[in-house]
């Protein structure tokens, strides 16, 4: 639990504001762990649970918090002050979609630093006070990546009318930090300088198309890494470098086994040529008896066999090359 505790003069104010949204059209049903303990209790909800969630851990002690939440008009606590839960029934999912689709107006540009409480700040210091039917909001919402929960400049504004929501969209032109701006102030800025808006709607039905102004930079990433078909692209130098590693192997792989062949044919080929020299006498073997008593020169021809006589020991020249057994090493 943070330490911080909100000690400013509005805090039932921003008590029931927080809770009321919580349970309201907007974000109930698209709330799964809101909704899935809404509908398993009959849209009963305990407080405790309320207070752990991020916005309201700031609010204490309790007891001003009940407080603050007997005096709201949309929810009802308990006899017991323990649960709570809105008054009014939950309107159809589908109903309620398609009308924050067409209220909720789509805006980017906004500088990826900002957190939540400065765009709450902007919209209703800026934007509200301006609105020709309601001077309030249903929500606000920073669009963040999936991955990195990273803001990337993207908000959702859902308006209460789809009147508001369409004075914002085709009647001023709004920029960060000044708001809306007059048509005197616009012609001294340039494009970049404004805010890009769309309704919800056409956003969504842009992105199905694949047509969208100011792609963000989650979009920009996703399709870099994928094909037209939809499929994953693979980084085409090291694709190439992997191949060219694994073909240099195989060829090392199959030179050595060529290698090793070769060395077992000459193996083979050269124990058959020693049995062969072992088996056929000299011509010194064959010399005639009486060159037997001839003064000797060498000593291999002195002790020369008779012709019928095999030799016993192969000459030693005829012995193969002993090859290394242990074949060589793949790094």
Known sequence: MTDFVYQGEDFEEKVKKQVEFYFSDSNLQSDKFLWKIYEANDGWVELKTILTFGRMRQYRPEEKVIEALQ?????VLSSNNEMIRRKDPVK???????????NTLHIEGFPKDLSQEDVENWVNEKIVGELPKEKEVCSVRRIKS????????????????QEDCEYILNNVELSYPKGIVTKEEAEGLEKKDFLK???LLTFQEMRESGKRFGVNEVT???NSFNDKGG??????GNHNKHNKHNNNKKQESD???TEEKLEKVEEKESTEASQEVSEAPKETAEAPKETAEAPKETTETAEAPKETTETAEAPKEAEPAKESAEPAKEE
């Open 71 to 75: 005096k709201s008009d949309k929810l």
């Open 146 to 161: 999936r991955a990195k929960k990273e803001f990337f400049g993207v908000v959702d504004v859902e308006f209460k009318t």
């Open 220 to 222: 920009k990433r996703r």
């Open 197 to 199: 808006k769309m309704t």
């Open 231 to 236: 499929n994953k692209k693979s980084k085409k």
């Open 255 to 257: 030179k050595k086994e």
């Open 92 to 102: 159809d999912f589908n109903e309620v979609k398609n009308t924050k689709k067409r």
